[in-house]
Structure formats: structure tokens, C-alpha cells
């Protein structure tokens, strides 16, 4: 797609996309399942040729760091995962039609609500991929179709991926154009696709693409910018448990959103509790951004404490950093989750149920967890089997967006005759 033909190209996969994606409205959920049943076939029945293209954009990346070019990788273990996944959601249970909430009113007539599909939505992601099949297949079991525009970096992976999902659309007799992907590494197609005519648009990647989608979109975001997630290790808590959630939390895996980026720990513990954890983070080489006061608790064992700054409260690290800091009560922790924290996911680590119960109504986040990991913010691991991607907004959706987040409601009306007096 060269730059003179971007626009009038761009026009007509949008027009096609959303002819398609009324037909996907209206598909039924065997047909949309059979599309993601042939896509796993597909995905395991063509490994060769998927890591031939793929090979093509780690020779073009050969200059990036080891951590950027490893999430351009469609290994066999990639593949097998996404075909897998794929199967996972066909089994899941089909939102589009389901009725709720149906309710009988003096006048006779029944109102309730029905999940209807979004219609049609874009999606830019940088580096992995494997979005582009997570992508599709959320879009094609939830009735929707989606504009895709991947990373320059992983052009040719992209390109036989979504080859592979519009033969599946096709072998299931649905549109290959719900699926399309903007076949071009013309940063104006960003541009171009913050004024499509599309229902939503959902970034994937760094802040700063995420910043510059908000800024420029004329349509609906799905969108999270940082992922500056809190452990508050409470009075009351059991701290071997709270080192166990507080260690996974951090250092299970340190580029992921929903790490944990800040610890908040009662004064009445830290005392024991810090140094236990700054000698398990010695061997792991984590550095500790600390308070005054929480600086020498953490210095009596490790050399890898440094005083913190007030910038360091809200920063999200993505690396073995953290930030720590000593608060008197349950009031201050929640009031310093809610000013410095990104709305993401935060962690209370306690076993008084009343200071968990506050936390959870109190705290300002998409996800808010007692005793457990940040890390299990995640589509997967709360049983959405996928996700699309994460939302700290308020609307439409909140937290990991799996099918229900793709899908909208309209009141519907039943009734028997009756007329409005």
C-alpha cells in the first residue's frame, strides 16, 4: 500500500469492514465457532510457513534490545498457545442475544436488555504478533469485525496470520473482510484510524502511543496508560503470606502492566517484615526506592536501597525497581493508592476482613484484589479466556475486556398488544 493510495485504500477496507460487520451481528454462533475451530487447525497445520515470515522481521530486527525482539518470536510453543486459545473461546459461553434482566411493568409490557455486538472496532499494537490472532478471534466470537494495524516491526507475521484467519472466515462461510489488517508501516494510517468510521478504538503498547491515540481519536478508547499497580501490606496481615503475594507480585514478571510498581507497608510491621523481604530481593536484584523512614530497615540488609523521590510514587518501572513507603493506618494508604496510582490494580495484604472490605470499596481501581498477586489482573486468569485489553475508564468497560467488553446492550420490549394510555 504505497503513501499516494493510503487514503481511498484505508476508505474502502473501512467500508468493507463495516458491510462485514453486520453480517457478523447476525452469524450464528455455531458459525462463528466453526471460524475459530478452522483458525486453530490453521495455526497448527502451518508452523513453516508462519515462522518463515517471521523470520523475515527478526532479520529487520536485528538492532533491538533482546527483550523487544523476544516478543516478536512465533515459536512453536507461541503457535500451539495461540491455537489453544482460539479453542478456549469457542468454548466459552456465546454473550450476543442473551436476555436480562426482564421484568414485567404494570402496563403488561416486558422490558429488559439484550448483548448485542459493538459493531466494529480498531485496535493498534506494537511488537507482539500473537495480538493480532487474540484480536480476531475475540472479535469473531463476539459478532464484531476489527481494523487491525500492528507494529512495523512485525509487518510479515502479521500479514500470514490474518492470511490465515480470513481463510478461516472463509471455510466458515462468514466475511473475510471482519477481519482486515492496514497492510502498511505509514504511521499516518494512526492517524487515519483515530477518525475511522469505527465504534472503538483499543491500543495496545507504550504510553507513548497510547498518549497519542487519546489525543488524536474522534471515536471511543479503550485505553490504560500506566500500570503503576500497589501492594499495601496491612497491620493485621500474615506476613509470610504477604512476602509470598508481595514477591510474585513483583518479581514473577517485571514488564507486564499489572506488576506491582509501589509497596505500601504499616508501620507496625515494617520492622520485621522489610528486612525479610530485602534479604529474598538481594539474590534477585531488585532496588529498593524508599521513604526516610522505610530507608534504613532496608539498608541494614541491602546495599540496593536508595531514598526515594516524590517522582518515584507514581512512576511505573517495568524493571526490578520499586517503590516502598511506610503509612500509619489503612486511611493513608488508600488516600496514597488513589492519589499517585493509575487506577490499574492494587493488593491489600491482610487478614481483618472489615480494613480488606474498606479497601476494596474505597480504592479507585479497575481491579482491586485482598491476599493475592497484581499479577493475576489478567482476561485469562479471571476466566475470560482471552482479553482484548485492559481499561482503567469507567465506560464502557473496566478492567481485563473480554466478550462481554466487546459487546453492548439495547432495551428491547415485549408485549401482547398493549398501547400506551
Not at 260 to 276: D, G, I, K
Amino acid at each position: 500500500m504505497d503513501t499516494d493510495g493510503l487514503l481511498p485504500a484505508l476508505s474502502a477496507l473501512n467500508r468493507a469492514a463495516r458491510e462485514a460487520s453486520r453480517r457478523m451481528a447476525r452469524a450464528s454462533t455455531a458459525a462463528r465457532n466453526a471460524a475459530l475451530h478452522a483458525l486453530a487447525r490453521r495455526l497448527r497445520a502451518a508452523p513453516e510457513a508462519l515462522q518463515a515470515a517471521n523470520a523475515q522481521d527478526l532479520a529487520a530486527a536485528a538492532h533491538l534490545d533482546a527483550p523487544l525482539r523476544a516478543r516478536l518470536v512465533l515459536d512453536a510453543a507461541t503457535l500451539a498457545t495461540l491455537a489453544e486459545g482460539c479453542e478456549q473461546i469457542a468454548a466459552l459461553l456465546d454473550p450476543v442475544g442473551a436476555m436480562t434482566n426482564l421484568q414485567r411493568r404494570p402496563s403488561g409490557i416486558q422490558v429488559g436488555q439484550m448483548r448485542v455486538p459493538l459493531g466494529l472496532f480498531g485496535m493498534v499494537f506494537e511488537s507482539r504478533p500473537n495480538v493480532s490472532i487474540e484480536a480476531a478471534s475475540l472479535a469473531i466470537k463476539s459478532g464484531n469485525a476489527c481494523i487491525l494495524r500492528g507494529g512495523s516491526e512485525a509487518l510479515h507475521s502479521n500479514r500470514a496470520l490474518i492470511q490465515l484467519v480470513q481463510e478461516a472466515l472463509r471455510e466458515a462461510q462468514l466475511p473475510e473482510a471482519a477481519v482486515q489488517l492496514i497492510d502498511t508501516p505509514d504511521r499516518a494510517a494512526v492517524g487515519w484510524l483515530c477518525r475511522a468510521d469505527i465504534d472503538l478504538l483499543i491500543p495496545r503498547g507504550g504510553k507513548g502511543l497510547i498518549e497519542r491515540v487519546s489525543a488524536e481519536a474522534t471515536v471511543p478508547v479503550l485505553k490504560h496508560l500506566d500500570g503503576n499497580c500497589h501492594c499495601y501490606v496491612d497491620a493485621h496481615a500474615d506476613l509470610a503470606q504477604a512476602l509470598t503475594v508481595v514477591d510474585n507480585a513483583k518479581t514473577q514478571k517485571v514488564s507486564p502492566c499489572n506488576a506491582t510498581e509501589s509497596l505500601l507497608v504499616h508501620r507496625a510491621v515494617a520492622a520485621e517484615f522489610l528486612p525479610r523481604l530485602a534479604a529474598l530481593w538481594a539474590a534477585k536484584g531488585v532496588t529498593f526506592h524508599a521513604c526516610p523512614d522505610s530507608l534504613p530497615l532496608l539498608q541494614r540488609v541491602t546495599t540496593a536501597a536508595v531514598p526515594a523521590t516524590e517522582a518515584d510514587w507514581g512512576t511505573e518501572y517495568l524493571s526490578l525497581d520499586i517503590s516502598v513507603k511506610l503509612v500509619d493506618d489503612l486511611d493513608a494508604a488508600i488516600a496514597h493508592i488513589n492519589q499517585h496510582g493509575s487506577h490499574h490494580t492494587d493488593a491489600i495484604l491482610t487478614t481483618h476482613h472489615p480494613s480488606a472490605m474498606r479497601f476494596l470499596r474505597e480504592v479507585d481501581s479497575a481491579s482491586v484484589m485482598v491476599n493475592a498477586s497484581t499479577r493475576f489482573a489478567d482476561g485469562f486468569e479471571y476466566g475470560l479466556g482471552a482479553e482484548i485489553g485492559i481499561s482503567t475508564d469507567k465506560l464502557h468497560a473496566r478492567g481485563p475486556v473480554g466478550l462481554e467488553g466487546l459487546t453492548t446492550y439495547k432495551w428491547v420490549v415485549l408485549g401482547e398488544g398493549q398501547v400506551r394510555t
